[in-house]
């Protein structure tokens, strides 16, 4: 377990509720995990192409 989490940080922050909840409906219509929609976004935003 120790290995798997080499390389990875925590990142959490305190969002409005409502917020979270139409979040996560949307990622559920598009099929998406909340880990790759926030991967996808910051690799927007520091410019990392996959």
Do not use: H, P
Not at 6 to 20: C, M, P, Q, R, T
Not at 38 to 44: A, N, T
């Amino acid at each position: 377990m120790k290995k798997r989490r080499e390389g990875k940080k925590n990142f959490s922050a305190l969002i409005d509720a409502y917020k979270v909840d139409a979040m996560e409906k949307r990622l559920k219509e598009k099929n998406k995990t909340k880990t790759s929609w926030l991967e996808e976004k910051i690799d927007e935003e520091i410019g990392e192409q996959k």
